[in-house]
């Protein structure tokens, strides 16, 4: 069983749930939105079974961790900062491992590279390695969509207090609806495309017969529970940080991770279905220590919920082997 400590790191304080023995590896594992820690539930106790030091943190923003007001507080070279801090001050005298899901998986990815010396490995879910293009993807969003007058939610996240104002009225209910439409549950078009913009995030989106077989109606509520403390503020924080992402990364020589690194996405994945290429290939060259590429069948968005057992193997399997 997990508890609960929290640990300093980068000047905030992050709500870590900790299992696993204290002398085994250290192995970081990193939401996404709109998560919490207790996203990774199987996998904590699957890896802490493993002999793993399994560590996975409220991002700051999120639960029971600090949760600064200024948007500019959640960069990704903020957060990842956040990430190698924590690697620090629980395994001071070895590199952990990190694996990141969401949001979580560029936070992964890019912990691995901005802090090599903290990281021995590293792991995405749903979310690939790409280092940043010429232009902020923020840019790219609103020329694909926005100009076409088509709805996107990273576009409709930009304006502070909008989105909250939204999400905030009903926790439970924002979780449901915004889970299972980007879930393998659901049919095709449950997440509708064709949304115009200045519509809503959940406008449109079904409430699903509950429970789902990943997702219980007590998961529904811890979940809420912990935005009904937080709120939408702090998580959106990482969708407004497209310009500073794209200016400190770009400004960086060598873009590879050359750690050992692994990725896993679900074929029904709206993050895959988008995506204009071939995940593999175009990983490739930007992850020349890539031991390897599975895509679950019949899953969507949400990797370690939706197919645990699946995912629980895949990752003891790699860990053993770097």
Known sequence: MANFTM????????RVAVDGPEAGPLVILVHGFPESWY????????LAAAGYRVAAPDVRGYGGSDKPDAASAYSMQTI??????LAKAMSPDAPATVIGHDWGAPIAWNSALLHPD??????????????PGQYPAIEVFRKFFTKRGLFFYQVYFQDEGVAEAELEIDPAATIRKFYYAISGDAPDGTWPVDKKHGDTLLHRLPEPDMPLAWLSDQDVAYYAS???????????????????DHAHLSALKDKRIHQPSLFIGGREDLVLKMYPGDVVTDMKPHLPGLQGVHV????????????AGEVNAILLDWLAGV
Not at 39 to 46: D, K
Not at 118 to 131: E, K, N
């Open 7 to 14: 640990i300093e790191t980068n000047g905030i304080q992050l």
């Open 39 to 46: 996203s990774w539930r199987h996998q904590i106790e699957a």
């Open 80 to 85: 990842t900062a956040d990430i190698a801090g």
């Open 118 to 131: 903290q990281f021995m490995a590293v792991a995405g879910l749903s979310v690939p390695y790409m280092p």
């Open 226 to 244: 912990q935005f009904k403390v937080s709120g939408f503020r702090g998580p959106l924080g990482r969708y407004r940080n497209h310009y500073a």
């Open 296 to 307: 679950l069948e019949g899953c969507g968005h949400w990797t370690q919920q939706e197919r």
